[in-house]
């Protein structure tokens, strides 16, 4: 049982290119997430799907677009890569969005922008 | 806004001794309080879930508690395998985000 599964796990780009990370979970769950994690800042929400077929912005949602692909999958797209989209980037599922389903979080993936 | 605050920073321990890290919160709403751990290079793995004040749940040495503004992560007599970091995030009334703390980085030294 795989779980959440990222890829890639590391990337670097320059500034301006464009990359998709992908995500997939094998646990049925009903709703995706993707997370960054900065240094010195806890995970803060970039766009969600509560069910397939819907996305909505989170937190930090500037410079992102995301695309729930069917129920197992759900990509984010960097359009135009900036410095300050390095971070590590987390994709997470769960059941639904109550507080009685918590979030399964995959390995993260890595990403430089120079 | 949602806040969480977690504390301390960083904790050293010797194995076997006993400590507890904090998580501070405001939040319009609590539906749930959550506790996860974090290994290097790792995605955040879940623990547990408070629901409401004078809530209490354990698993192995770790035993979470819940007041109406503070959630506390006791670890009895931990082992160099407890080291991690350790979230906390907090989940508001009609809401599908979760707030994150910053995490205390746990040391436990054989």
């Known amino acids: 049982n795989a779980g959440v599964t990222q890829t890639p796990k590391f990337q670097v780009l320059k500034t301006g290119q464009s990359m998709t990370l992908q995500c997939a979970q094998d646990m049925n769950h009903n709703s995706m997430y993707w997370y960054r994690q900065d240094p010195g800042m806890g995970l803060r929400l970039i766009y969600y799907?509560?069910?397939?077929?819907?996305?909505d912005k989170g937190e930090v949602p500037n410079g992102y677009n995301v695309s729930r692909l069917n129920k197992r999958e759900f990509s984010l797209r960097l359009e135009s890569a900036a410095p300050s989209q390095t971070s590590v980037y987390f994709c997470?599922?769960?059941?639904?969005?109550?507080?009685?389903?918590?979030?399964?979080f995959g390995n993260g993936t890595r990403l430089t922008v120079t | 806004e949602d806040q969480v605050t977690q504390s301390p920073e960083a904790l050293r321990l010797q194995e076997g001794e006993s400590s507890s890290l904090n998580c501070s919160y405001t939040v319009s709403g609590l539906r749930g309080l959550f506790w996860y751990r974090q290994d290097p290079g790792k995605g955040p793995e879940f623990l547990f879930t408070?629901?409401?004040a004078g809530e209490e749940k354990e698993k192995e040495r770790l035993k979470a508690t819940l007041t109406k503004k503070e959630s506390f992560l006791h670890i009895t007599a931990p082992k160099p395998e407890d080291s991690a970091t350790y979230l906390c995030?907090?989940?508001?009334?009609?809401?599908?985000?979760?707030?994150f703390g910053k995490g205390t980085k746990l040391s436990v030294i054989p």
């Open positions: 997470a599922s769960s059941e639904g969005g109550t507080a009685n389903s918590p979030l399964h």
């Open positions: 408070l629901y409401s």
């Open positions: 995030a907090v989940q508001g009334a009609g809401s599908y985000q979760l707030t």
């Open positions: 799907s509560a069910s397939e077929g819907t996305t």
